[in-house]
Structures are given as C-alpha cells and as structure tokens.
C-alpha cells in the first residue's frame, strides 16, 4: 500500500539524518552535526563511556547535587531531577531542537482490579482507518517514574512504526506492591485488546514494549497471556529488562556503581515493590528462572553495555532462543541503562530505536 512506502520512506530518512534533523513543519533539513564533549575525565564505573552519554550522565549529576537514589524515600525519589531533566539540559546547551515527530496524544482512565489506571494514547498523524498497536510499559523500578519521564521514547515507537502506542501508567510501590504492577500491565493489554476499534487498533496486530521494570512487565504479560489463554502479543521488545532478583551476575559486579543504575539503587527498588525478598523467586521476577518459554512471540532484547542488567537481559534472550522463540539482540557499547529514549542526543539511542522498529514492523505485517 503506498502509504506504507511513505511510512518506510520515512523510518530511512530518520535513520539516516537523526531525530534533530525535522524542523518544527515537519520538513527533513541536514544541519551541520553537533559535537557534544563531557566536561570531566571518563568515570572509573564507565571507562568505555560514549561522549554523549557522559555528557548526559554529567548533566544529571549537576541537577542531583549528586545525592544518590537510593538515600532517598520513594516520595523524594520522585521528585528529583529525571534523566530526562539532564537530556532536555543538554539539548538546551547545544540548542537541538525537540523532533517534531507528527504524533498525537490523549489520556484516560481505565479499570483495573480495585480501581483505574491512566493511559496516554499516541496516535500517528499519517493513520489509517486502523493500524497495529504496541502497549508501552516505562521503567523506574516499579517505584518511580511516570510516561511523562519515557516520552521521548514512546514518541518514537509511535512514529518509526506508524502504530499507536498506549503508554500504561501502572501502579507502584510501596503503596502498591507485587505484583499489583504485573496484574495492572496485563489487565491493560487485555483492555487494548478488548477496547481496540475504540484506539483505531487492529486488535490482530499488538504488540507489547517496555524499558528495565517496564520490560519486566512487557515480558511478563506475554507469559501470562499464554498461561490464560488470551491471544498473544505479536512481538515483545524488552528493553534492559529486569529479569532475575541475583546481583550477582558478571554485570553487576562490573557495574555494581555504574550511573544512572547501579546496585543499591536496584536493591532499593526490590525492597519497595516486593513483599520480602521471597518475591524475587516469582516467575514473573526471575524471567530466567522460568522453565517453560516456550510458544511465546518474537523478542527483541537491546542492552546497554554500562548497566548491571546487562547480564541478565542477555541471559534472558539465549533462553527464549533456546525454546524455539524468534530473538534479536544487542548490547550497545559505551552507553548505560535509560539510554535508549536519548535519541537527540546519544547516537546509540537513534540505531536502538531503528532497530526496534524495524523489527516490530516485521512482526506487525507493515
């Protein structure tokens, strides 16, 4: 269909020319290249460390006053300056312009068991009567975090795909504990499913994404949609999931201090989503841990080398492979954890987003 040609026409040129090359109409201009240099020396927990990403990572510390996460409350936590606060900082530095990436959004609520939940809804504006669908699950620990903070990178997913995304504002501890965010995740694929015409979704065609706690819970709703009999996402992209309740994988001992993620702070993130530590056995916290993988959709997994969850997501990916799933991976050199919504910015970012497009195009039949 032609307007299938234009939407791949335009995942190419935005490969090609960057996210920062659409002006504000909409028009693909070639501006000269940014050269973006951190201030200081390479860090000890990231000798391989992109300028980029040091950049951002720099940034983040200045609005932090380097006070870590984890001496925080959950309450404070969420208050503090984001990642995204030290990207939209260095954007501002080097003057790049937010991408105009021709996508619509809009909110609502919808039940979940005890209550209701927020979804925002991002509608490409080059549509048709209906298109696939991806259910976006955002990190943070299942503590923190909003789809306010990982915007950037359902934008994306909407606009490289031409899918509408629905981006899940689940529940988190500690007022809400395991696995309320796990039911809450599934409880919304089922409601996207069920509620599809209402998205202009082809409820034939969703898939499910989501980064570190959120790739946990995009993994997760694929088993528990198989184990419940309800039709299966057509692709799972997991981004740095969270897949196993051991720090002491080769990652996490390489990366044990590493920035923005690191072990205490994943250790503060366990204790204030899990009930004990009883909890991180569960299938749906031990991804590896499962014994039975089989029959689920194509995965794409994309790890950041600098990030204890390295390790674990990797591991994660030779099983599902191992059980007959269709899987590509890849471990980005020189960039950590929550890198891959950076796409102005960070390069790495841009070739993460092309290649999970790419690959959920694929399974979505574009």
């Known amino acids: 269909m032609a307007w299938r040609r234009v939407l ?15 002006t504000d109409d909409g028009i693909f201009n070639f501006p000269t290249p940014v050269v973006i240099q951190p201030q200081g020396p390479k860090p000890e927990w990231g000798p391989s460390i992109k300028p980029e990403m040091q ?22 936590a969420r208050k503090a300056p984001s990642f995204k606060d030290a990207l939209l900082a260095v954007m501002s530095k080097y003057n790049i312009a937010l991408p105009n990436q021709n996508v619509d959004t809009t909110g609502r609520a919808i039940p979940v068991a005890n209550g209701t939940i927020r979804i925002r809804v991002y509608t490409p504006r080059l549509t048709s009567p209906t298109m696939p669908g991806i259910v976006y699950y955002h990190g943070g620990g299942w503590v923190i975090a909003t789809n306010d903070t990982y915007d950037f990178s359902a934008r994306a997913l ?4 031409g ?13 809400f504990r395991f696995p309320t965010a796990h039911n809450d995740a599934f409880a919304a694929y089922r409601w996207v499913r069920d509620n599809a015409s209402l998205l202009k979704i082809d409820a034939n065609r969703i898939a499910v994404a989501g980064e570190s706690a959120g790739g946990n819970l995009a993994a997760t709703v694929c088993l528990m949609a198989r184990d419940a009999g309800v039709p299966l996402p057509k692709h799972q992209l997991l981004v740095y999931p969270i897949a196993r309740y051991d720090m002491n994988t080769p990652s996490y001992q390489q990366f044990a201090n590493a920035k923005p993620l690191n ?3 994943m250790q503060w993130f366990f204790s204030y989503y899990l009930n004990s530590p009883a909890d991180g056995a569960s299938p749906l916290i031990s991804l590896v841990n499962n014994q039975n993988l089989q029959g689920l959709p194509p995965a794409t997994v994309i790890n950041a080398e600098i990030d204890p969850l390295q390790s674990e997501g990797q591991q994660y990916a030779a099983q599902l492979k191992a059980a007959g799933v ?6 980005y050199v020189g960039v950590t954890h ?14 993460a987003q092309t290649l999970a497009a790419t690959e959920l195009i694929k399974s979505l039949n574009l």
């Open 326 to 331: 269709s899987v590509t991976s890849k471990v």
């Open 158 to 161: 909407a606009a490289k795909t």
């Open 263 to 265: 072990k205490p702070s």
């Open 55 to 76: 950049a951002v990572i720099e940034k983040l510390d200045s609005l932090t006053k380097g006070v870590p996460l984890y001496t925080l409350t959950p309450q404070q």
């Open 163 to 175: 899918s509408v995304v629905v981006a899940v504002e689940y529940r988190k501890g500690p007022e």
């Open 338 to 351: 929550e890198f891959f919504g950076m796409a102005p910015v960070v390069p790495e970012a841009k070739d």
């Open 8 to 22: 791949s026409g335009l995942l190419l040129v935005g490969a090609l020319v960057g996210t920062n090359a659409c």
